[in-house]
T-cell receptor
């Protein structure tokens, strides 16, 4: 099972709304990622969680707030967004080094994304 | 910093023909991973193929194969017997060294592939 799920599929929100995006994986992966993708552009990394701890924040504005409640779940809380934040938000996960010290698998598995429109 | 360049914004090929998508990258690392991802109109990112830099043998996955030239820092994707379902945006990606236990992917700008019936 290499499935990463994301909800909702589509989201329309006003600039004063508060909403959350959800990402879930049950592959036992210990690294999870949020990307933002504008049309006809490659994904841009926003945040990386490793073992439920935030390890990378790519200077993302504070109106985006990530949360990793457990190893299977990743949230992205949205507040006071701007119209230019409208994009596809992709979640991904990847395996990590095993307790035996084996080389970690190097592949990120992506979810289907949430299409966000900010009015 | 690592960079990935895809010099072909768009490509087209006749169904059943072969097409090659180009990718070059820049890095000072000796051990790394390279990937091709496919993003169809549904916009789900799908892994096509991956290559470990320490392996000299080119990776293959059914109709997909790569030509990995480490010295030239080139990583092209060959699609044989093109099918209509291959139409998508293709992204080349480089995996940077682990940072605090997590990997970071650097993507090229993408190549939009059209399959002509």
């Amino acid at each position: 099972d290499t499935e990463v799920t994301q909800t909702p599929k589509h989201l329309v929100m006003g600039m004063t709304n508060k909403k959350s995006l959800k990402c879930e994986q049950h592959m036992g992966h210990r690294a999870m990622y949020w990307y933002k993708q504008k049309a006809k552009k490659p994904p841009e990394l926003m945040f990386v969680y490793s073992y439920e701890k935030l390890s990378i924040n790519e200077s993302v504005p504070s109106r985006f707030s990530p949360e990793c409640p457990n190893s299977s779940l990743l949230n992205l809380h949205l507040h006071a967004l701007q119209p230019e934040d409208s994009a596809l938000y992709l979640c991904a996960s990847s395996p990590h080094r095993t307790s035996g010290g084996a080389i970690p698998q190097e592949t990120q598995y992506f979810g289907p994304g949430t299409r966000l429109l900010v009015l | 910093a690592q960079t990935v360049t895809q010099s072909q914004p768009e490509m087209s090929v006749q169904e059943a023909e072969t097409v090659t998508l180009s990718c070059t990258y820049d890095t000072s690392e000796s051990d790394y991973y390279l990937f091709w991802y496919k993003q169809p109109p549904s916009r789900q990112m799908i892994l096509v193929i991956r290559q470990e830099a320490y392996k000299q043998q080119n990776a293959t996955e059914n109709r997909f194969s790569v030509n990995f030239q480490k010295a030239a820092k080139s990583f092209s994707l060959k699609i044989s017997d093109s099918q209509l379902g291959d139409a998508a945006m293709y992204f080349c990606a480089y995996r940077s060294p682990l940072i605090q236990g997590a990997q970071k992917l650097v993507f090229g700008q993408g190549t939009r592939l059209t399959i002509n019936p």
